[in-house]
């Protein structure tokens, strides 16, 4: 063992160059859209090579407080992301199947993962490129008016081409509709935010007094170039004062004036723009006044300052309303001794965006948000089971017919976005609207009996938001005046007057950034904060947080209750996972012979446990194919007994059945009957429910055959399992049982039934 440790130190760097070399090789192998160009794989060795060097050279910092757990956590996300989405296919719609080499993959880009965000930390924490960006330090300088000029003016002057090129601008369709609705066209709809379409009509009317529709577009242009100049020459002359490198600065300028799209978000009209700005000056503010000099914030300029900016945003927006809510509970933990005006700002305009949003608009503009725009993903995930033919019952596919002819759904159907759908001809919204209990009561019975599908959709409908290399086809830049019917048109003046296809040559040149890649900045930003015991600084990222939650929740918000229940189901046994890595890293053994011991002296306990887990599901397998369940249903339906005994009978087949099985097997099979039964002797329908949970919570611990005692005996190094019978029966599964039957027999009351 020590000549291999020996032998190791030696030649590091050669195993380190060996390393890197296989890994490069490997990555181009896998990596689909990647050939496996010598030059590119010889390029990416010498990356891993140097950043196996840094990280060994600092690989004490691993030790040190949040740097392990934060560097783990954000490899297997990464690990995650790869492998699944390697599955999905984007132009063949599909989604493959997974197999035992993922498993290699996976500790592969886990390996990769964990690598790169090490090496991004030191990079982060490397004082070369930081600014005086806390307390304590050299004072800031003031604003400097002239350098926010100066910026302000060049990249005005930088997007001028952009906007000649599509001069009067660019007119998406979802601003015609804002104009129609502005022109008494359409009806209000909140869908298309009031307070953007009350703008925008502003605008149109000077062209409509001057019977030119193109001048009110030209005039809009110009005045979002002027605010969106303004709020980056801003942020530019921040990150100066914040004393940043000037060549980082001048870069940003450069990239900010030079990237073509951002001379097309300059220009283009539509709500986005002018929200993502005040962002920018939202976020500005939250760490001048929150992370850096904490006490100002709770000056009554900097309150009112905040809460405009976050009132704005939500009327331009519809999704910031989101961030108003997670900025306000992160400024509460922030605050929470200082209490008083944080939550009185909090709530005022909370209060204020919810009563201009709704009754205020209610009442002048009969403008109502849509119900269809908060339920994409789930009706998403209810199209899926309908077009790959999903288990579903009767009265779930008449509702599904109801919402969109069953065989329409396979026209519109794309996995990547809900709009084919919602806007489909066919689709009664009024219906949905009518019936929001109904669509939550069968999204949820579907999602029970089409798990996987319901995941495979919620994966590929967000596919674009969380992988790094995501192309879902989806076109987020516009470039010319949508079809309408009041003469509004581009003049291309390149093209007319110099016969140069300028516009046609800036397309070309539009390259973006990919979502997933924003997102994966903001995370590794959060978990920066976090490992660098600077939490204070994830209020100002938080901003961002809204849309990009928003976003990942497939371009519309997912309601109450479909995001309470996906992410308990999703992230819990992630969760689980990481607290324990992060609580019991302390425990591991620290070298090779201490991981052998470990492992030997557990090896027993994880043999009994797999083995009986094992045929413990293949004996509930078993049961369920001999129908069981149906025998037990026939009995019960047979049976016709007073309440008490037939209360007392139906708990204690339930908590027998509950063993051998488990409660999701035993509710399928004797779950309607029990619950008929009961309600047929007098018991009420909810507390028939109540009772039936408490029945069923018996789950793996009535004796002889349930598989929990049997694993826990073995984790415990309990050789004589049957000792543990007799008080698992009298001390737990009568008195549980007992309970039940006085639920159901209304003895306990059920508050709030």
Same mark, same amino acid.
């Given at each position: 063992?020590?000549?291999?440790?020996?032998?190791?130190?030696?030649?590091?760097?050669?195993?380190?160059?060996?390393?890197?070399? *296989?890994?490069?090789?490997?990555?181009?192998?896998?990596?689909?859209?990647?050939? !496996?160009?010598?030059? /590119?794989?010889?390029?990416?060795?010498?990356?891993?090579?140097?950043?196996?060097?840094?990280?060994?050279?600092?690989?004490?910092?691993?030790?040190?407080?949040?740097?392990?757990?934060?560097?783990?956590?954000?490899?297997?996300?990464?690990?995650?992301?790869?492998?699944?989405?390697?599955?999905?296919?984007?132009?063949?719609?599909?989604?493959?199947?997974?197999?035992?080499?993922?498993?290699?993959?996976?500790?592969?880009?886990?390996?990769?993962?964990? @690598?790169?965000?090490? $090496?991004?930390?030191?990079?982060?924490?490397?004082?070369?490129?930081?600014?005086?960006?806390?307390?304590?330090?050299?004072?800031?300088?003031?604003?400097?008016?002239?350098?926010?000029?100066?910026?302000?003016?060049?990249?005005?002057?930088?997007?001028?081409?952009?906007?000649?090129?599509?001069?009067?601008?660019?007119?998406?369709?979802?601003?015609?509709?804002?104009?129609?609705?502005?022109?008494?066209?359409?009806?209000? $709809?909140?869908?298309?935010?009031?307070?953007?379409?009350?703008?925008?009509?502003? &605008?149109?009317?000077?062209?409509?007094?001057?019977?030119?529709?193109?001048?009110?577009?030209?005039?809009?242009?110009?005045?979002?170039?002027?605010?969106?100049?303004?709020?980056?020459?801003?942020?530019?002359?921040?990150?100066?004062?914040?004393?940043?490198?000037?060549?980082?600065?001048?870069?940003?300028?450069?990239?900010?004036?030079?990237?073509?799209?951002?001379?097309?978000?300059?220009?283009? !009209?539509?709500? $986005?723009?002018?929200?993502?700005?005040?962002?920018?000056?939202?976020?500005?503010?939250?760490? $001048?006044?929150?992370?850096?000099?904490?006490?100002?914030?709770?000056?009554?300029?900097?309150?009112?300052?905040?809460?405009?900016?976050?009132?704005?945003?939500?009327?331009?927006?519809?999704?910031?309303?989101?961030?108003?809510?997670?900025?306000?509970?992160?400024?509460?933990?922030? /605050?929470?001794?200082?209490?008083?005006?944080?939550?009185?700002?909090?709530?005022?305009?909370?209060?204020?965006?919810?009563?201009?949003?709704?009754?205020?608009?209610?009442?002048?503009?009969?403008?109502?948000?849509?119900?269809?725009?908060?339920?994409?993903?789930?009706?998403?995930?209810?199209?899926?089971?309908?077009?790959?033919?999903?288990?579903?019952?009767?009265?779930?596919?008449?509702?599904?017919?109801?919402?969109?002819?069953?065989?329409?759904?396979?026209?519109?159907?794309?996995?990547?976005?809900?709009?084919?759908?919602?806007?489909?001809?066919? &689709?009664?919204?009024?219906?949905?609207?009518?019936?929001?209990?109904? &669509?939550?009561?069968?999204?949820?019975?579907?999602?029970?009996?089409?798990?996987?599908?319901?995941?495979?959709?919620?994966?590929?409908?967000?596919?674009?938001?969380?992988?790094?290399?995501?192309? *879902?086809?989806?076109?987020?830049?516009?470039?010319?005046?949508?079809?309408?019917?009041?003469?509004?048109?581009?003049?291309?003046?390149?093209?007319?007057?110099?016969?140069?296809?300028?516009?046609?040559?800036?397309?070309?040149?539009?390259?973006?950034?990919?979502?997933?890649?924003?997102?994966?900045?903001?995370?590794?930003?959060?978990?920066?904060?976090?490992?660098?015991?600077?939490?204070?600084?994830?209020?100002?990222?938080?901003?961002?947080?809204?849309?990009?939650?928003?976003?990942?929740?497939?371009?519309?918000?997912?309601?109450?209750?479909?995001?309470?229940?996906?992410?308990?189901?999703?992230?819990?046994?992630?969760?689980?996972?990481?607290?324990?890595?992060?609580?019991?890293?302390?425990?591991?053994?620290?070298?090779?012979?201490?991981?052998?011991?470990?492992?030997?002296?557990?090896?027993?306990?994880?043999?009994?446990?797999?083995?009986?887990?094992?045929?413990?599901?293949?004996?509930?397998?078993? @049961?369920?194919?001999?129908?069981?369940?149906?025998?037990?249903?026939?009995?019960?339906?047979?049976?016709?007994?007073?309440?008490?005994?037939?209360?007392?009978?139906?708990?204690?087949?339930?908590?027998?059945?509950?063993?051998?099985?488990?409660?999701?097997?035993?509710?399928?099979?004797?779950?309607?009957?029990?619950?008929?039964?009961?309600?047929?002797?007098?018991?009420?329908?909810?507390?028939?429910?109540?009772?039936?949970?408490?029945?069923?919570?018996?789950?793996?611990?009535?004796?002889?055959?349930?598989?929990?005692?049997?694993?826990?005996?073995?984790?415990?190094?309990?050789?004589?399992?049957?000792?543990?019978?007799?008080?698992?029966?009298?001390?737990?599964?009568?008195?549980?049982?007992?309970?039940?039957?006085?639920?159901?027999?209304?003895?306990?009351?059920?508050?709030?039934?």
């Amino acid at each position: 063992m020590n000549r291999a440790k020996n032998f190791m130190r030696g030649n590091s760097d050669i195993l380190s160059l060996i390393l890197s070399i *296989t890994i490069a090789n490997l990555l181009f192998f896998h990596q689909e859209k990647w050939l !496996m160009n010598p030059v /590119y794989i010889a390029g990416l060795s010498i990356l891993i090579y140097a950043g196996l060097k840094a990280a060994r050279k600092n690989a004490y910092l691993l030790k040190h407080g949040r740097i392990l757990p934060g560097t783990v956590l954000l490899g297997i996300l990464f690990s995650l992301m790869i492998v699944v989405g390697q599955k999905i296919h984007a132009d063949s719609v599909s989604f493959l199947a997974f197999t035992g080499f993922d498993i290699f993959w996976f500790i592969l880009y886990f390996f990769v993962g964990g @690598l790169l965000f090490f $090496d991004l930390y030191l990079a982060g924490v490397n004082t070369a490129v930081r600014g005086r960006m806390t307390s304590g330090e050299l004072p800031v300088p003031k604003w400097n008016q002239r350098k926010w000029l100066l910026y302000s003016v060049i990249l005005f002057a930088a997007w001028v081409p952009t906007f000649v090129t599509y001069f009067p601008g660019i007119v998406p369709d979802d601003a015609t509709v804002s104009m129609a609705i502005a022109f008494g066209e359409m009806p209000w $709809d909140n869908h298309f935010p009031v307070f953007y379409t009350l703008m925008v009509g502003g &605008f149109m009317l000077v062209g409509y007094i001057f019977h030119n529709f193109n001048i009110g577009i030209a005039l809009y242009s110009v005045f979002q170039m002027l605010i969106m100049a303004g709020i980056l020459g801003d942020l530019l002359e921040w990150i100066e004062r914040k004393g940043f490198k000037k060549i980082l600065i001048y870069l940003g300028l450069a990239y900010f004036a030079a990237a073509p799209v951002f001379g097309n978000y300059a220009v283009v !009209m539509w709500k $986005d723009p002018i929200f993502s700005g005040v962002l920018i000056l939202l976020a500005l503010i939250l760490i $001048d006044h929150v992370a850096v000099n904490p006490d100002s914030f709770l000056e009554k300029k900097v309150l009112i300052s905040y809460a405009g900016l976050m009132i704005l945003a939500s009327l331009l927006r519809n999704n910031g309303i989101y961030i108003g809510i997670l900025l306000s509970a992160g400024l509460l933990v922030v /605050y929470r001794k200082r209490l008083k005006r944080v939550l009185i700002t909090s709530v005022v305009s909370i209060g204020l965006i919810w009563f201009i949003t709704g009754p205020v608009y209610v009442y002048m503009f009969s403008a109502e948000n849509v119900f269809v725009e908060s339920v994409g993903i789930p009706l998403q995930q209810m199209a899926r089971v309908v077009v790959t033919e999903g288990e579903m019952s009767a009265e779930e596919e008449e509702f599904m017919d109801h919402l969109l002819p069953l065989e329409k759904y396979q026209d519109y159907y794309w996995p990547f976005l809900v709009d084919p759908i919602k806007w489909a001809p066919e &689709f009664d919204t009024e219906y949905l609207d009518s019936h929001k209990k109904e &669509f939550f009561h069968v999204w949820f019975s579907m999602l029970t009996k089409n798990f996987d599908v319901y995941v495979k959709q919620y994966l590929m409908g967000t596919y674009g938001f969380w992988h790094i290399g995501g192309e *879902t086809k989806y076109e987020f830049v516009k470039t010319d005046i949508a079809r309408n019917w009041w003469d509004m048109y581009q003049n291309q003046p390149f093209e007319n007057v110099l016969g140069y296809p300028m516009q046609e040559k800036i397309v070309e040149k539009y390259d973006y950034i990919s979502t997933g890649l924003l997102v994966w900045i903001l995370l590794f930003d959060i978990v920066f904060c976090w490992m660098r015991k600077k939490s204070v600084y994830i209020i100002p990222l938080l901003v961002i947080t809204g849309p990009v939650a928003t976003l990942l929740e497939g371009l519309a918000s997912f309601g109450e209750d479909g995001v309470g229940a996906m992410n308990i189901i999703i992230w819990v046994p992630v969760l689980i996972m990481v607290i324990c890595l992060i609580e019991g890293r302390k425990m591991l053994p620290k070298t090779l012979e201490g991981w052998t011991k470990m492992l030997l002296s557990t090896a027993k306990q994880c043999c009994n446990c797999g083995a009986v887990s094992l045929f413990a599901m293949a004996c509930s397998n078993a @049961l369920n194919q001999t129908s069981f369940g149906d025998d037990m249903t026939t009995i019960l339906s047979a049976l016709s007994l007073p309440k008490f005994v037939m209360i007392l009978i139906i708990g204690y087949v339930i908590a027998l059945a509950a063993g051998p099985m488990n409660a999701t097997s035993t509710t399928v099979s004797l779950g309607p009957v029990a619950y008929s039964a009961m309600v047929s002797v007098g018991v009420p329908p909810v507390t028939a429910i109540v009772a039936y949970l408490i029945f069923a919570s018996t789950e793996g611990a009535s004796p002889p055959m349930s598989s929990p005692i049997f694993v826990s005996s073995s984790i415990a190094g309990l050789d004589d399992v049957s000792v543990m019978f007799k008080p698992l029966i009298f001390h737990y599964c009568i008195p549980v049982v007992f309970v039940g039957v006085l639920v159901a027999m209304g003895i306990l009351p059920i508050i709030g039934g």
